[in-house]
């Protein structure tokens, strides 16, 4: 929208430069994923306060990466209601940096992942290797294991002898645990012809030969199943990525146009008052 001269025709003492459809899109949008954010944020919350008392598996717990999604994306998503609401150039530009920032690194994480795949690879063994150690230490974690097992029909990281880094299901003579080389009830196969479930199907998985614990439980591990699973399904990734990436853009997009006319409203009223205080200008 152009400027108009104070005492040309068509002069409004009201006009503004700045378009209600895109300030309250932005409003709507960005309450929209704050509201959310905020259920987040407090499912994680109450989730993680037993972490308290066990420290040793915080890193890997899936409720810490909720906790700090949730408060970040809170914080940013706050900015950009009241920005768009106030029409605060600060917090608007706070808002548009942050959303540009997470597009970038999601752009460049999904590149590094492709060009280094042998080594992001082994970085999730690792991590899973982690989480094999504490599964017994954190009920939110070993049902994540469990239901990734499930889901996938795999056990262990790169295979189901991994179980033996748990303290519960290693196989080493001298420990005491009933559970002593085996593996988890999700590590079973389950058929659907079966009417009584052997829920201890698991028991000391690691002690016999392969072949025959294929028989009971998936031998194959999780990382090669997931490897296969990505490859499989490149294209709804893709598509995932995409979605995700839409409202990103479009947040940028509102927020820039919404600076550059408040920018505009802000030179308008500054040519308006020098008008009044000097009107032969």
Not at 159 to 175: E, H, L, V
Not at 245 to 274: A, R
Request: charged share 15%; glycine share 8%; proline share 2%.
């Amino acid at each position: 929208m152009g400027q108009r001269r104070r005492g040309a025709p068509g002069y409004d003492e009201d006009y503004t430069t700045v378009s209600p459809v895109v300030k309250y899109t932005l409003f709507a949008f960005n309450f929209i994923f704050w509201v959310s954010f905020v259920f987040v944020f407090f499912c994680a919350f109450t989730e993680i306060s037993h972490l308290i008392h066990g420290l040793a598996c915080v890193s890997v717990d899936p409720a810490v990466m909720l906790l700090i999604l949730g408060v970040f994306m809170f914080i940013i998503t706050f900015c950009g209601c009241v920005g768009s609401l106030r029409e605060n150039i600060c917090l608007l530009q706070t808002f548009c940096i942050c959303l540009t920032v997470i597009f970038l690194l999601q752009l460049v994480a999904g590149i590094l992942g492709f060009v280094f795949a042998d080594k992001a690879r082994n970085k999730v063994t690792e991590m899973i290797n982690k989480a094999i150690v504490h599964y017994r230490d954190d009920i939110d974690l070993q049902n994540l294991i469990d239901f990734g097992q499930k889901e996938f029909g795999c056990c262990g990281g790169v295979t189901y002898t991994d179980w033996s880094q748990n303290m519960y299901f290693n196989c080493s003579k001298d420990n005491p645990s009933t559970e002593r080389c085996s593996v988890p009830f999700s590590c079973c196969i389950i058929t659907k012809d079966k009417v009584v479930i052997n829920t201890m199907c698991g028991q000391s998985m690691q002690e016999v030969e392969y072949t025959e614990a294929g028989n009971y439980i998936h031998t194959n591990g999780c990382i090669d199943t997931l490897v296969n699973w990505i490859h499989s399904n490149l294209f709804l990734l893709g598509g995932i990525a995409l979605g995700l990436s839409i409202p990103q853009l479009v947040g940028i997009l509102l927020s820039q146009i919404l600076i550059n006319q408040i920018k505009e409203q802000i030179e308008l009223q500054t040519y308006d008052l020098k008008h009044r205080s000097d009107p032969w200008s």
